[in-house]
């Protein structure tokens, strides 16, 4: 019973490069979620995607980010060309089939991208 | 501007003592809160959580208690344990605008042997 799988754990890049984030939800989890930490403050969300749709970006920044979450495959959160303030722990998360309403989201384990 | 706060940075308790960490909100349309616990190097874990309608729910050794009219919420955690020194997040949403969570800053917990 698997939970949320994120890879990789740890991701260095060079300024201008870019970096892929890959998540795996819970098995029969169809909801994801992307949220972002900068050191020594609280989770910040990014964007909410069901498969093969982006329900909820208002949390991404407008350039270089884009997320995906196609029909077969992990979800990818994708930033082009990185600067140095990119550098933070990126988490997914994912929930069940929406039944209704407040449901729980489960984390991974995050990315750690660090951006020299 | 900070919808969900946590204005206790950390918090040090003995072994065997109650851990209160506390949250406060100021989005009214807020009808849904969890605690998460964090670890380093890990991810958030799903702690417990209330709605709105109700003022208290408890599993465990933890129970949180809402109180909406003064937009603060509360984990108490009794008695405490030195595996529970960890990072807790409040985290609170509105889901008459999707299920994206919005998380307080964490307060980082110390339980003392």
């Known amino acids: 019973n698997a939970g949320v799988m994120q890879n990789p754990r740890h991701l260095v890049r060079r300024r201008g490069q870019e970096a892929r984030l890959r998540c795996s939800p819970m098995?029969?989890?169809?909801?994801v979620y992307w949220y972002r930490q900068l050191p020594e403050e609280g989770l910040k969300f990014m964007v909410y995607?069901?498969?093969?749709?982006?329900?909820?970006e208002s949390g991404m920044p407008k350039e270089r980010f884009s997320a995906e979450f196609p029909k077969e495959g992990p979800s990818i959160l994708r930033i082009q060309q990185v600067v140095r303030g990119d550098s933070a722990a990126y988490f997914c998360a994912s929930s069940p089939r929406a039944s209704g309403r407040q449901e729980t989201q489960y984390f991974g384990p995050g990315t750690r991208l660090l951006v020299l | 501007d900070q919808q969900v706060k946590q204005n206790s940075p950390s918090l040090s308790v003995q072994e065997g003592r109650i851990s209160i960490l506390n949250c406060d909100y100021t989005n009214s349309m807020f009808d849904y809160f969890l605690w998460y616990k964090k670890y380093p190097a890990e991810g958030p874990t799903f702690l417990i959580s209330i709605s709105s309608i109700k003022d208290k729910n408890e599993d465990g050794r933890f129970t949180v208690f809402l109180n909406k009219s003064a937009k603060h919420l509360s984990l108490h955690i009794v008695p405490s344990q030195p595996g529970d020194s960890a990072v807790y997040f409040c985290?609170?949403?509105?889901?008459?605008?999707?299920?994206?969570?919005?998380f307080g800053p964490g307060t980082r917990l110390s339980v003392l042997p």
């Open positions: 098995k029969g989890h169809s909801h």
């Open positions: 995607l069901q498969k093969e749709n982006i329900i909820d």
């Open positions: 985290a609170a949403s509105d889901n008459n605008y999707g299920q994206n969570f919005v």
